[in-house]
């Protein structure tokens, strides 16, 4: 009973609330900070697509003012395979970093400093990202690159035809993990320059929940202040 009490009080958006719920009604919500990431984070969860496969153009959050902006034109022929974005109210921070270090042995991981990426499995086209999906967590990449953990969670859209029953990663083709190990391993690939990033570990949907709380738990701590603020407002 206190772990389901634990995960809900974590999964709730007790940073916007009640004030930034009021706000709401009216302005557009941050979606790094103003989206829930659900009432059953995080063995279900909510995630903001920031880019789907037919873009070539690769957008991300801009975290001031929480549009979409455009980080660069795809220059070669690498697009995502699946919709791409992350999950709010986490952060890739302390705990991510040291239990990166933990499962890999390498000293020095730090988390990167964004909110947690996720991909998202469907056979259904998404046409734009912007938007918010439910979907299951079934495992992810433990990705390094330099010195910072970038995990990737992979999940499956909720209730979908194909990929909506799958529990694990295990359940996956293998061709399909294949497919998003090479487009992570080298979307950032440019001529002439040398890669930083790898993936130590494929894991299974119990360690890409136990990453997902690690990220909450950096959350909590690296924006207590504005907690604090809006608790006192």
Known sequence: MAKKKNDRNMSANSLMDP???????????????????GDHAPNEVNCFIEVVPTDTIKYEIDKVSGYLRIDRPQKYSNVTPTPY??????????????????????????GDGDPLDICVLTEKDMTHGDIIAQVVPV????????LAADDKIISVLKGDVVYGDFKDITDLPELVIQRLKHYFLTYKDMPGMSRESEITHVY????????????????EARFENLRKALRNY
């Open 85 to 110: 974005g992350f999950l709010p109210q986490t952060y890739c921070g302390e705990n991510v970093g040291n239990y990166c270090a933990s499962k890999t042995g390498k000293k020095d991981i730090m």
């Open 204 to 219: 299974n949907a119990e360690e890409a929940r136990e990453v997902i709380r690690m990220s909450i738990k950096d959350y």
């Open 139 to 146: 495992g992810g990449f433990r990705m390094i690159d330099g």
């Open 19 to 37: 004030i930034g719920r009021l706000m709401g009604l009216r302005y557009k919500s941050h979606p790094w900070h103003g989206i829930d990431l």
